[in-house]
């Protein structure tokens, strides 16, 4: 069973970055506004992350890391998130099950931390002559999360992982993009033992000013800001949010960052749409930049995609998808006048 467990898991999380974008999901569920991560060799030795939001009650910590524990499961609109990523309360427990799992909370009402370490989705049974986890520890309000030696006990993952320069440069890349859509938020990441972070953002920031932090100098003056959203015609509401490059912009391939609902998702049928709206204006052999934050209908995303498969598929794609194109082509167009 212990294998089974691995496997399947082994499915929801498939590398360092997976893992990640999970917690860093949980640290924004849970009201943070500061969430700081550490890696050590790309995150398979050690991935840790530290947030500022509510943290877990200590009476919640013993079940935590056994599947389908969820604390997101109370009203309507909950359900209606469960509708539209399929698997719910499975990352924690799947993390558990591949790797070494140890949690420190504190919400604000307790008047200590909680420390806890999971195994095999429970708690790790106490060493001799100990009493067992929770225990009581230093710490501040909020959750620090660490997984080390991930894959340990799944040969097959660990061999299916890159280098862990690969590794960390996908850890920047989901941190950077999480970074954007999150401007509120401030974000680090380093390596552990650096001192300087390879990602950072202030809190309180706008979604223009992260752009031109992350990617530099560039983009700056290059950005356009569309919005489009539900016509009379179309029967379900959606709203887009972008900013994207003008023509003077011209990447040597195309950066798309995609959210739908708030959720990182990957979607190549949309990024082929919008490279041939600026394959019309752009030198060949050059790209442009789209950020695109899509509200839909939580129903309306395919309910049999999985939460980790990223590619996504929903109601009215093509649609939307001509629509946002339009709004794109049409504040291109008014710039080259
Ligand atoms: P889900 O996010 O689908 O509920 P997870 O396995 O990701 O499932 O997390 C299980 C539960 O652990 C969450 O519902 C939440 O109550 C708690 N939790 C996990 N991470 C955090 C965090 N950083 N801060 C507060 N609570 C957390
Ligand atoms: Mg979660």
Redesign the pocket.
Known sequence: EALINRIAAGEIIHRPASALK??I???L??G?TSIRITSREGGMKLLQ?Q?N????RRA?LPI?AERF????LSTFSDLSRIATYGF??????SISHVARLSVV?KTKSDSCAWRAVYADGALAPPKAGQSPDPKPCAGND??V?TIEDLFYNTPTRLASLRSTAEEYSRILDVVTKYAIHNPHVSFSCKKAGSTSPDVTTPSGSEVKQTIQLLYGHSIANELMHVTAQKSDVDLQPWEADVFCSNANYQAKKTIFLLFINHRLVECSRMKRAFEAVYSAILPKGTFPFVYLSLIVDPSSVDVNVHPTKREVHFLNEEVITERVCDAIQNELGKQSH
């Open positions: 999970e917690l999901e949980n640290c569920d849970a943070s992350i947030d939001g509510c943290g877990i919640d935590l524990t969820t604390s997101k719910r309360g499975e990352a924690l427990a909370t909020g959750t999360i």
